[in-house]
């Protein structure tokens, strides 16, 4: 037995994955980035490997100590980034061919697209008998682009320059999948796409002992289309599309003359047409989020401290039972200490001396009354109980009425994402931006 997850399922799983979890509008759903994990790793170079053990889905939510919600505006459709580089022979996007999962190209190194010089996407048609690619692909023409060095190319789209500055990457292209996230050129290369036209019929074996070229017939549910042999001696060298035709699903190609054993194949293009649909062709079932955290967040995210844990969650809930819908929220509790006998270490553990209660330090201000920032906190702590540092010994006495305990329900959430990662320092005048990719 043979069986495969169809491009379709996967396409249809990373859109689900969108709407499902980043459309609070229409789902009332809210996914948060979370950052947590003051705690260093055993190397603080390397971090320990992400697995999502009960006791580590509890250490992650536990630790988080700011959530700030990613929008539908935050997720996209997304490929591979290749850009076009001289020289390379670049793969034919074949239609009897998958070559749009990365995991069944034979030549990984060898793409069926690329990205140019001037962001914008093309899909690789003729490779002219897997020859090196020595010209970049230009120009937005909505027809198919000959280029010099024997290469034809079909431009796919380019990007609004929001979704550019936000999504585009190192490593990944974003591929907008709804129409008002497209710019004008997607939206006509789409509507003026050729449904079922024949843009390239590859030579499978060009036969022998033909003495003139033969004539080349295509048969198929389709109309118009025609081509010439090009030969090479007495063999088929390659085929000239004199008219592309339109309409075909499926085409043969017939060989009529006096010598024998030629194969040819015709390249139906998708049935709506090259560049119709795009996230399709090319295979975007991956999803890119993308969202920063801009410095103190209007005074709200903490300006101190390292995290080393980042990630999504789906529905965290407050104490109450309710989904925190906040675009930026702090989970750290506010601790207000009188009578302090010094300061606290960062990440110390501190113990309420009647209550048993405990909590970490996540930053101390100094002083002799103060608010100290702790997160993972268990118990309750009680008003004029005396706390004491694990580490440094330092005392001080809890003032209930002055602190803020976090509202959250620590535990609560679904993790859909986690990372770890080497240990950031957070800054007032610091943005940090994470792109998360998952693949269905």
Excluded at 274 to 297: K, P, R
Excluded at 353 to 359: I, K, M, V
Excluded at 368 to 390: A, R, S
Aim: glycine share 8%.
């Amino acid at each position: 037995m043979s069986a495969i997850i169809t491009l379709e399922s996967r396409l249809q799983s990373a859109k689900e994955y969108i709407n499902n979890n980043f459309d609070s509008v229409d789902n009332n759903i809210y996914s948060h980035l979370y950052i947590g994990r003051s705690l260093p790793w055993n190397d603080e170079y390397s971090p320990d490997m992400a697995i999502m053990s009960d006791k580590d889905i509890h250490d992650t939510l536990f630790q988080r100590i700011l959530l700030k919600q990613i929008k539908k505006e935050n997720a996209i459709l997304a490929i591979r980034k290749f850009v076009w580089i001289a020289d390379t022979i670049y793969t034919r996007a074949d239609s009897d061919t998958d070559y749009t999962d990365y995991r069944n190209w034979i030549h990984p190194e060898s793409p069926f697209y690329v990205i140019n010089s001037e962001g914008n996407v093309y899909k690789c048609i003729d490779n002219n008998h897997n020859s090196p690619s020595t010209k970049e692909p230009t120009g937005q023409s909505t027809d198919y682009i000959n280029i010099q060095d024997g290469y034809v190319w079909k431009f796919m789209f380019d990007l609004d320059t929001g979704i550019k500055d936000k999504f585009l990457s190192n490593t990944w292209i974003p591929v907008p999948y709804e129409d008002n996230t497209k710019t004008a050129t997607h939206l006509n290369i789409e509507s003026t796409a050729v449904k079922g036209d024949i843009p390239y019929i590859r030579v499978d074996d060009g036969g022998e002992n033909y003495t003139t070229a033969p004539e080349i017939e295509i048969r198929g549910d389709g109309t118009g289309a025609t081509a010439i042999a090009i030969m090479n001696g007495e063999k088929i060298e390659s085929i000239q599309i004199s008219d592309m035709g339109t309409g075909y699903t499926h085409a043969e190609v017939h060989v009529f003359g006096n010598g024998n054993g030629a194969k040819l194949t015709a390249m139906v293009s998708p049935n709506d047409g090259h560049g119709s649909n795009a996230f399709y062709e090319l295979g975007a079932f991956f999803v890119e989020t993308s969202i920063e955290i801009n410095g103190d967040e209007n005074g709200i995210a903490p300006i101190t401290g390292t995290y080393r844990n980042v990630g999504i969650v789906r529905n965290t809930l407050d104490k109450s039972g309710n989904v925190i819908t906040d675009e930026i929220y702090n989970t750290l509790s506010i601790i207000n200490i009188t009578n302090s006998s010094g300061d606290f270490l960062y990440n110390e553990m501190v113990i309420g001396e009647d209550s048993y209660a405990q909590g970490i330090v996540y930053d101390d201000p100094s002083g002799t009354t103060k608010n100290v920032d702790m997160y993972m906190i268990e118990g309750t702590f009680q008003d004029g109980e005396n706390l004491h540092g694990q580490e440094s010994g330092e005392t001080g006495v809890y003032n209930e009425t002055n602190s803020v305990i976090t509202d959250v329900d620590v535990l609560s959430g679904d993790i859909l994402y986690k990372e770890n990662i080497i240990f950031i320092t957070r800054k007032e005048l610091q943005n940090e931006k994470f792109i998360f990719v998952i693949e269905f």
